[in-house]
Nanobody
Framework: QVQLVEFGGGLVQPGGSLRLSCVAS????????LGWYLQRPGEQRQLVAI???????QYVDRVKGRVTISGNNAKDTVYLQMDNLQPGDTAVYYC??????????????WGQGTQVTVSS
């Protein structure tokens, strides 16, 4: 079992920055990748960025150049640095972990989410 806890959400003015953190605990040796998703009211959860344990990163086009995903050496913490935030970035941000099962299958688990509100 792996548990995820997010930190760092809040209210920020347009053009401002926030850094989200997600700490994994439990059997972290099975983590294949960590990532961030956002969900706006009435919409489906959507990918923001992924960090694989080999260091590879993936971003959706909408956030490229404004968002940086990174992690720690222990590969149990992932950060999301968001700059030049706009009202359209307002959402609940969820941390996601892709985990390897004993049979090699990848399955996922989620954190509880953290609210990010961009407003003047």
């Amino acid at each position: 079992q792996v548990q995820l806890v997010e930190f760092g959400g809040g209210l920020v003015q347009p053009g401002g920055s926030l850094r989200l953190s997600c700490v994994a605990s439990g059997k972290t040796s099975v983590i294949n990748h960590l990532g961030w998703y956002l969900q706006r009211p009435g919409e489906q959860r959507q990918l923001v960025a992924i960090l694989a344990t080999n260091g590879n990163t993936q971003y959706v086009d909408r956030v490229k150049g404004r968002v940086t995903i990174s992690g720690n050496n222990a590969k149990d913490t992932v950060y999301l640095q968001m700059d030049n935030l706009q009202p359209g970035d307002t959402a609940v941000y969820y941390c996601h972990a892709g985990l390897r099962s004993d049979g090699g299958r990848i399955y996922g688990t989620w954190g509880q989410g953290t609210q990010v509100t961009v407003s003047s």
